[in-house]
């Protein structure tokens, strides 16, 4: 069933469109129609079966927006979950205008909940030890409830919650809608609905096992600030011929496709705000090869046909188990073997631990490779290249130039290593040293330093041109970042910013690499010039 066959107000399909959502899942198709009427429901379904949106949806189309009582409550077992619900109710409501949710849960300053309470919300979402402090203090009333939800229900029981659920359901209108949501349907959860709903609805969606392809499964806990430096260093690592790399929205999808161009990768957007003869464009140049990276949405990309996926890369982390599975399954398909790779922030593990604990598939959390990491990982794929172009190639056109070169008493180790040099260079750029391999082996750079990938990738793996390191002056204390150095130099040389190379920032300094035929005329350039209000004092940096 599609979301636009239910009768929905325009600003929740609207909402639900932004979203990237079409067809409702089972349990939404079931429960969703039966509480618009207004009837009670129990609904057994497992974590990562569109739950949240299955009650959302008609809770949030009951709210009076011209009253700010609050009108909707959600109880759920811990706080990471009220959280990830809250979120999903607040997209829900985007297109509402005045309608405001609050997750209430400990950990958080209470000072805080009590000001945005004082302002008015609709929909509270909490755990029930906090919303008790709330009720005792009287911060929190429910005389205006119409429609109150137990989410994962047996686990609040099994944490020992149940006399504080059933002391806040007491304060709940006793006329007002409810529904209770489990995984499992003991004996005490058949108590609470019978002492706590109407005349039910159950709904039970059958527990199917999730299964997910035989592909490699990783996952990297990373913080936001780190996402796009880490996406970057997973694909220069892994060096995908094709890739899909998902976002939860559209603007975020043409966001990261703008980065990752500007970057020197061949990526393009696919969403639902593009019209079918550009999506039918962008595939088609997915397909063919012209871009070996495809940034999607959910919605963009169902139905994907495409059999030779390398990688698939969770930008964002997947809305559910079913959403991860859909996603990991258009790579390793036709027999080939794929890698799926997701990043989670610390906020989000505790739901990449559900989607491991509901699909049961061995995914492991791994390290973001550093910078040399990347850098050694790519050398032993023109080693291995290498070895196998001398099994298999035909050298003859190019033996009498090697034999020229010979008679000019150059040794053959002496020219294999001088040509080996020329290639790293230009696939890799300026290699670490040891003292770079040290700073770059540590994923928790003390400063919140940035190493970002080159500004153009395929300038500096074309052009194969010697690079100048130069130390500049300045860093994170001065607010600096690698749009304001390259933007220092284009504007101050009027050079291309796509010369620039690789941009480290520290705390009080930074180093950048530019073409050493351009070097000096940069130094001389910037010397003295302003950045963010301060003096550029800029050099070659010594020698390490």
Not at 85 to 92: I, Q
Not at 153 to 165: N, S, T, V
Not at 166 to 174: G, V
Not at 461 to 490: E, Q, W, Y
Request: glycine share 8%.
């Amino acid at each position: 069933m599609r979301f636009d066959e239910l009768p929905l107000s325009k600003d929740i399909l609207k909402a639900v469109a932004d979203m990237g959502f079409e067809e409702t899942t089972p349990i939404q198709s079931l429960a969703i129609p039966f509480l618009l009427q207004g009837r009670d429901i129990i609904g057994q379904a497992q974590t990562g079966t569109g739950k949240t949106a299955a009650f959302g949806i008609p809770l949030l189309e009951g709210i009076d927006l011209k009253s700010k009582a609050i009108q909707g409550l959600v109880l759920c077992p811990t706080r990471e979950l009220a959280i990830q619900v809250a979120e999903e109710l607040s997209s829900l409501a985007a297109r509402k205008k005045n309608l405001a949710v609050l997750p209430v849960y400990g950990g958080q300053p209470l000072e805080r909940q009590l000001r945005a309470l004082a302002r008015g919300v609709q929909v509270v979402v909490g755990t029930p030890g906090r919303i008790l402090d709330h009720l005792d203090r009287g911060s929190i009333r429910f005389d205006y409830v119409r429609f109150a939800v137990l989410d994962e229900a047996d686990e609040m029981l099994d944490m020992g919650f149940r006399e504080d659920i059933e002391a806040i359901l007491s304060q709940t209108p006793p006329s007002g809608q409810r529904a209770l949501f489990s995984a499992t349907m003991p004996p005490a959860i058949m108590d609470m609905a019978r002492r706590f709903l109407q005349d039910p609805e159950t709904i039970k969606i059958a527990s199917k096992h999730l299964t997910v392809p035989s592909v490699e499964q990783s996952w990297y806990s990373v913080r936001q600030y780190q996402k796009l430096d880490a996406v970057c260093r997973v694909l220069d690592a892994r060096n995908p011929q094709k890739g899909i790399v998902f976002c939860s929205t559209k603007h975020g999808a043409d966001e990261l496709a703008s980065h990752l161009q500007a970057r020197g990768y061949q990526a393009d957007a696919l969403h639902g705000d593009l019209s079918q003869s550009q999506r039918d464009r962008v595939m088609n140049r997915f397909r063919s090869g012209s871009i070996d990276l495809l940034v999607a949405t959910d919605v963009a990309a169902r139905g994907l046909d495409v059999d030779d996926v390398d990688v698939v890369i969770n930008y964002d982390i997947p809305n559910g188990a079913e959403t991860y599975v859909h996603r990991i399954g258009r790579t390793g398909r036709a027999g080939r073997t794929g890698a799926a790779l997701t990043l989670v922030t610390p906020r989000e593990e505790y739901a990449m631990r559900d989607i491991i604990r509901r699909t049961r598939a061995d995914i492991r959390q791994a390290k973001i490779p550093s910078q040399f990491d990347v850098a050694t990982i790519r050398t032993a794929l023109i080693l291995e290249e290498i070895r196998s172009e001398l099994e298999n190639g035909d050298f003859s056109r190019q033996k009498p130039l090697v034999r020229q070169l010979l008679e000019a008493e150059i040794t053959a180790e002496d020219l294999s290593a001088c040509l080996l040099k020329m290639l790293l260079h230009r696939e890799l750029g300026t290699m670490p040293t040891e003292e770079e391999r040290e700073h770059w082996g540590d994923d928790r750079p003390k400063s919140r330093s940035r190493y970002t990938c080159p500004a153009d990738r395929s300038f500096r793996r074309s052009a194969g041109k010697p690079m100048a390191r130069l130390f500049i002056n300045l860093g994170h204390k001065a607010k600096i970042g690698p749009k304001d150095i390259v933007g220092a130099i284009a504007g101050e040389t009027g050079l291309p910013g796509r010369i620039v190379g690789a941009i480290e920032i520290r705390d009080r300094f930074s180093f950048v690499e530019v073409p050493e035929e351009h070097a000096q005329a940069i130094i001389d350039a910037l010397n003295s010039a302003q950045l963010r209000g301060c003096r550029i004092g800029i050099d070659r940096a010594t020698p390490k």
